[in-house]
Each structure stands twice: as structure tokens, then as C-alpha cells.
């Protein structure tokens, strides 16, 4: 059974500062993943895709890649900004299951001016 | 630019009644997925479905559940018969083809009392 995990929980960082965000999963047969923000009370957005056959995905200052084997995916976001302030999830799919999203915990993410 | 819409935004409804939560996927999507997330908790998939049948359900969607495609453009989801647990935010995604983004809505948060 798939297992996401998003560790840390919680982090704080000053403006300007590189923020890096971690999911790891347990099985390694994923189809895709990707990597959401969500705003207090709000919708899931899509932040960036990254297929499994892929080892990193760029968009703007996100950047994200993906280590299979070690079950393990990173969203680098440069020069953080207080608009960044959310929580981030990262969620999977896999293989045999290539519609269902399993997802993290999420890190929610306070950038202070 | 196209966005995943649901109404309404938020339902209150008294336990063993039915309702019903609507979705306007984008509209040259063909995949379309129900999840929903309790507070505090992670997000969790529900159901996905295809060419107006089911792809896949969980455990969580057993027969007071069932899904809707009543014409081109609305997705719906109804729970027959509420519980107290059902009180949640529940997400419509759709999905453009095999392996793209998913797209979420804002939500519906169901208050079951």
C-alpha cells in the first residue's frame, strides 16, 4: 500500500530565502506526481507535474524533481516571497492505479516579510 | 483561463438526509475524480470516472455514494442518507487525458449535523 509522507510539517522562513520541500513514498511503481498548493479554506492548485519517467520539472521559480528509487520527490521554490505563505502537498499515482492520487500531509509553509 | 467549478460552496444538512454536490468540469476533459478531505486530515480519493461509468472507487465510497455525468458539462456526487463522519471538503478534479494534470475546484465543505 502506497505511503506519502511530507516532512516537515510546518516551516517558517525570511523573505527572500529558498525554500525546500520533501515527499517521500514507499512504493516505487509511481505513474506520475504532483505537487499542489492550498490557501486556507481553499481548492487544490496545481503547481507542477512531473511524469515517472522524468528527473526534475521547471516552472518559474518552482522547480521539482524526482528520485524513484529512492522514493523521494523535492520542491525547490527560489527567493520566497510572503505570497508563497501556504500549505504544499504532494500526492501520487501509480502503476496500476494511474487515476487516484494518494497524497501527503502537507507542509505548510509561513514566508515572513 | 478554464478553472474547475462546484456548487455550492458550502452545504449544511441534517444526518440521514440527501444531498447532492455539483461540479462543472473543463470542458475537453474526459477523466473526472471525486475527493474529499475531513479537517486536519489528508486529502482522499473517493471515486474517478470515464466515458460515464466508474474507473475505480475506495472503501470510503460505499453505496450510500453514487456519481452523476446527467449531461455535457456537470459531474455530481450524492450521498443518500448523510452521516455526522460525511462532514468534510469534497473536491471535483478533472483530468484531460491519461497522465495530465489533475484540476481541482475549490470545494464544498458538507456540514452534517
Known amino acids: 500500500k502506497q505511503e506519502v509522507t511530507q516532512i516537515p510539517a510546518a516551516l517558517s522562513v525570511p523573505e527572500g530565502e529558498n525554500l525546500v520541500l520533501n515527499c517521500s513514498f514507499t512504493?516505487?511503481?509511481?505513474?506520475?506526481l504532483q505537487w499542489f498548493r492550498q490557501d486556507p479554506g481553499k481548492g487544490l492548485t496545481s503547481l507542477l507535474l512531473?511524469?515517472?519517467?522524468?528527473r526534475e520539472q521547471t516552472s518559474g521559480r518552482l522547480n521539482a524533481s524526482l528520485d524513484k528509487s529512492s522514493g523521494r520527490s523535492t520542491l525547490y521554490i527560489a527567493a520566497s516571497q510572503p505570497g508563497d505563505s501556504a500549505t504544499y502537498l504532494c500526492?501520487?499515482?501509480?502503476?496500476?492505479?494511474?487515476?487516484?492520487?494518494?497524497f501527503g500531509a502537507g507542509t505548510q509553509v509561513v514566508v515572513t516579510p | 483561463e478554464p478553472e474547475v467549478t462546484q456548487t455550492p460552496s458550502h452545504q449544511v444538512t441534517q444526518m440521514g438526509q440527501e444531498v447532492i454536490l455539483r461540479c462543472v468540469p473543463i470542458?475537453?476533459?474526459?477523466?473526472f475524480y471525486w475527493y474529499r478531505q475531513i479537517l486536519g486530515q489528508k486529502v482522499e480519493f473517493l471515486v474517478s470516472f470515464y466515458n460515464n461509468e466508474i474507473s475505480e472507487k475506495s472503501e470510503i465510497f460505499d453505496d450510500q455514494f453514487s456519481v452523476e455525468r446527467p449531461d455535457g458539462s456537470n459531474f455530481t456526487l450524492k450521498i443518500r442518507s448523510t452521516k455526522l463522519e460525511d462532514s468534510a471538503m469534497y473536491f471535483c478534479a478533472s483530468q484531460r487525458d491519461r497522465g495530465n494534470e489533475q484540476y481541482f475546484g475549490p470545494g464544498t465543505r458538507l456540514t452534517v449535523t
Open positions: 512531473i511524469q515517472s519517467s522524468q
Open positions: 470542458s475537453n476533459h474526459l477523466y
Open positions: 512504493d516505487s511503481a509511481i505513474y506520475n
Open positions: 500526492a501520487v499515482s501509480s502503476t496500476d492505479s494511474w487515476g487516484k492520487l494518494q
